[in-house]
């Protein structure tokens, strides 16, 4: 079956404008969880998803940063005014439950803030 | 707060030898340990995990770890190196009991020379 995809595989944005990263997870997975990894670094946690509640968003680097999944399945990352310190790879990855469960990984969203 | 340590960013080993990748964490409750892979433009794959059942967890690729509470580690090892096996490993640490963070390492990059 279809892994879980995200759109756009690149994105290049000018400091300053806003960008959305989107997310389609595996049918069926419940938690949805976004990483950001910057260059030569671990994926670092955003925010976590049961269902479309979002129960944890206390890794999110900034008031400029917002992820939403209104009908828990599709979830969408959004960055406003980017800045340069936003250019990494952002991670989505999907689960059937809790973090004892395998988390199946996007490829990620290149971001470039130019 | 949960925490994974990776020694050594960087790796090399002749193709046939031993691999071993380090891995230590810090816990005060009993910790799921994970070891991921990623190659090149790709996101992560899950190797092996280990969640409170035998100490010695086998995974995919011939891939294998061994949970030593005493030793808060959880190394992971291959007998015999493929070049395939090139690529960036991931150390990760959650907890049981519902939904808990899942914490990366920062990677350690595999190279298999021939």
């Known amino acids: 079956g279809a892994g879980v995809s995200q759109s756009p595989r690149y994105k290049v944005a000018k400091r300053g404008q806003d960008v959305a990263l989107r997310c389609d997870p595996i049918?069926?997975?419940?938690?949805l969880f976004w990483y950001q990894q910057a260059l030569g670094q671990g994926p670092e946690f955003l925010t976590y998803?049961?269902?479309?509640?979002?129960?944890?968003k206390s890794g999110l680097p900034s008031d400029r940063f917002f992820a939403e999944r209104p009908e828990g399945s599709v979830s969408t990352l959004k960055i406003q005014r980017t800045q340069q310190e936003d250019s990494a790879v952002y991670l989505c990855?999907?689960?059937?439950?809790?973090?004892?469960?395998?988390?199946?990984f996007g490829p990620g969203t290149r971001l470039t803030v130019t | 707060a949960q925490s994974v340590t990776q020694l050594g960013s960087h790796v090399s080993v002749s193709e046939g030898a031993l691999v071993l990748l380090r891995c230590n964490y810090s816990?005060?409750?009993?910790?799921?340990l994970f070891w991921y892979v990623q190659y090149p433009n790709q996101g992560l794959q899950l190797l092996l995990k280990?969640?409170?059942?035998?100490?010695l967890v086998k995974g995919i690729n011939g891939f294998e770890a061994e949970f030593k509470k005493s030793e808060t580690s959880f190394h992971l090892t291959k007998p015999s190196a493929h070049m395939s096996d090139a690529a960036e490993y991931f150390c990760?640490?959650?907890?049981?009991?519902?939904?808990?963070?899942?914490?990366f390492g920062i990677g350690t990059k595999l190279q298999v020379i021939p």
């Open positions: 998803f049961q269902n479309e509640a979002q129960l944890d």
């Open positions: 990855a999907s689960s059937l439950g809790d973090s004892s469960y395998e988390q199946y």
């Open positions: 990760a640490v959650s907890f049981s009991g519902g939904y808990q963070k899942v914490t």
């Open positions: 280990y969640t409170s059942a035998a100490t």
């Open positions: 049918s069926g997975h419940v938690s």
């Open positions: 816990s005060s409750v009993p910790p799921y």
